[in-house]
């Protein structure tokens, strides 16, 4: 007979039912399931706080780059896009210096390289 295999999930799962079953400690249990104590309270503290859906895994991509370019200046460089359609990075950045802050504007490189995308 082969052997069971289990998902993450599956596991996550098990892993609280015995937790709330209060029989064993976080310390038995880590090392039933082989985790780390604070993955066993991650675990926890997402279960109480979410239910089951707490325990699904998250992206771990940043949510916010703090330098990435503000939403504001870029609506206006696709506005500006837009509107002058064949111009190049060079004119809309100029015109750009109308209607933003000159700190708020990403330079020519950082334009390029977000228009190849």
Not at 1 to 19: G, H, L, N, Y
Request: glycine share 2%.
């Amino acid at each position: 007979m082969p052997w069971k295999e289990t998902t993450t999930m599956e596991q996550k799962v098990e892993f609280i039912c015995e937790w709330r079953t209060q029989k064993y400690s976080i310390t038995e249990l880590c090392k039933v399931f082989n985790i780390s104590r604070p993955t066993a309270y991650k675990l926890i503290y997402r279960f109480e706080k979410d239910g089951i859906e707490g325990l699904k895994e998250h992206s771990k991509v940043p949510q916010k780059h703090p330098n990435s370019t503000k939403d504001e200046v870029v609506e206006n460089i696709l506005k500006l896009k837009e509107k002058h359609k064949l111009w190049g990075v060079k004119k809309i950045r100029r015109l750009l210096f109308n209607v933003c802050i000159e700190k708020d504007i990403p330079s020519i490189v950082d334009l390029q390289h977000n228009s190849e995308h």
